[in-house]
């Protein structure tokens, strides 16, 4: 009788639970609190290697070889859970060791974690299962590190209990990070759910198309009403209950109804992500000719004609801070980045922007909510 081949899934099953944590070394203790997190829900019965773990009890012990013990290490796990955070996203050694993982005989499942991040942009991360640092995610995460052990059960009290405790201890070194290179921003942003505000703001959207279309033919540029699409996004109200990165920005309008798929208009976008999330981030206009700063998943969604993508932030009355903002989508035109600089410099455009930001902050000047998030400056 032939010998059943053994998959990658048997391979979890008849290992021991064994899960190798990837980190930068400068985020020991973010790995030391996830090891204390897997061990605590499982009651030790998931071993970790960490190898910046000073006692040696999960980590190299004094007078190993250092390489050959993290390959064997990664041979032996059962899992790989990477540890992605600002010091870390773009680092060889973890991409390295994440490589490594996914090439070896039983291809390990590569889990990315996001502590202190919303999405890992175009880092080659984006092809791994990656899961952000939320109760539901993480719980999650966990179960799906158990789930091929079946003596492996975790009581959901004592998983809930114990992921919130671990968030917690996460927030706190998070804040403990070198200030360049993370900032806390504040924002409040009204909120506007009535269909009426609704359908008030789409008709400003398309007079901006109408605005943005005269001072493309003031340039002499071949330009038609068609190959131009407005939008306006602003951050989630509900993140707190979807468990949602803090401050997802979707799509609140978006004209020609017909200029966008449906997938396009299901993604979201993390603060600092894309000419969106930068222009929320930094409060002022910016634009980008055919390189968009997102991941090429997210990319791939969109037209292929798309030729530029220019960004208005909606600013309080104050002009101290956005509470949205409103994009413009140049599809399949030719365009100079001069052209793309003085569209932000246009006044009847600029103008426009402003009549929508007051609008908005006017339909609900008294139902707002507070968002408050850390994460890298732009």
């Known amino acids: 009788m032939p010998r059943k081949s053994t998959t990658?899934?048997?391979?979890?099953?008849?290992?021991?639970?064994?899960?190798?944590?990837?980190?930068?070394?400068?985020?020991?203790?973010?790995?030391?609190?996830?090891?204390?997190?897997?061990?605590?829900?499982?009651?030790?019965?998931?071993?970790?290697?960490?190898?910046?773990?000073s006692q040696g009890t999960e980590g190299i012990a004094f007078g190993d070889e250092w390489y050959g013990k993290v390959v064997d290490a990664l041979d032996a796990a059962s899992d790989v859970v990477c540890l992605l955070t600002p010091r870390s996203l773009?680092?060889?050694?973890?991409?390295?060791?994440?490589?490594?993982?996914?090439?070896?005989?039983?291809?390990?499942?590569?889990?990315?974690?996001?502590?202190g991040i919303g999405d890992v942009g175009t880092s080659p991360f984006a092809q791994f299962q990656n899961c952000a640092a939320t109760a539901d995610a993480v719980e999650k995460l966990l179960t799906q590190l158990c789930a091929p052990h079946p003596q492996l059960r975790p009581d959901p009290q004592v998983l809930s209990g114990q992921v919130k405790?671990?968030?917690?201890?996460?927030?706190?070194?998070?804040?403990?990070?070198?200030?360049?290179?993370?900032?806390?921003?504040?924002?409040?942003?009204?909120?506007?759910?009535?269909?009426?505000?609704l359908q008030a703001v789409i008709g400003q959207l398309e007079q901006l198309r109408t605005d943005v279309l005269a001072y493309m033919t003031e340039q002499g540029r071949a330009c038609r009403l068609e190959g131009i699409r407005a939008n306006l996004l602003l951050p989630d109200d509900e993140f707190r209950d979807k468990g949602e990165f803090p401050g997802q920005l979707y799509f609140y309008a978006a004209v020609p109804a017909g200029g966008f798929t449906r997938r396009e208009l299901g993604l979201r976008f993390a603060p600092g992500e894309g000419v969106a999330g930068k222009v929320f981030l930094d409060d002022k206009a910016f634009v980008e000719?055919?390189?968009?700063?997102?991941?090429?998943?997210?990319?791939?969604?969109m037209p292929r004609r798309l030729s530029a993508v220019a960004g208005f932030p909606l600013l309080h009355r104050d002009m101290s801070a956005s509470f949205g903002v409103v994009c413009v989508d140049l599809i399949?035109?030719?365009?100079?980045?001069?052209?793309?600089?003085?569209?932000?410099?246009?006044?009847?455009?600029?103008?426009?922007?402003?009549?929508?930001?007051?609008?908005?902050?006017d339909a609900q000047p008294a139902n707002a909510f507070l968002l408050e998030y850390s994460a890298r400056p732009a």
């Open 8 to 53: 990658a899934a048997d391979a979890r099953t008849v290992a021991a639970p064994y899960v190798f944590i990837s980190h930068d070394s400068r985020d020991a203790e973010l790995a030391a609190l996830f090891s204390d997190l897997v061990r605590a829900v499982t009651a030790n019965m998931i071993h970790c290697f960490r190898s910046s773990d």
């Open 90 to 115: 773009e680092r060889p050694w973890i991409l390295f060791e994440a490589g490594m993982a996914r090439g070896m005989r039983h291809q390990r499942p590569v889990f990315g974690l996001l502590l």
């Open 165 to 197: 405790l671990f968030l917690d201890r996460v927030g706190a070194e998070l804040q403990r990070m070198p200030a360049s290179r993370q900032r806390v921003w504040r924002r409040r942003v009204p909120l506007h759910a009535e269909p009426e505000v």
């Open 289 to 301: 000719h055919r390189a968009f700063g997102i991941s090429s998943a997210k990319l791939s969604v």
């Open 332 to 361: 399949d035109t030719e365009i100079t980045q001069a052209d793309l600089e003085g569209l932000l410099e246009s006044d009847a455009v600029k103008d426009r922007v402003d009549d929508m930001a007051r609008y908005l902050l």
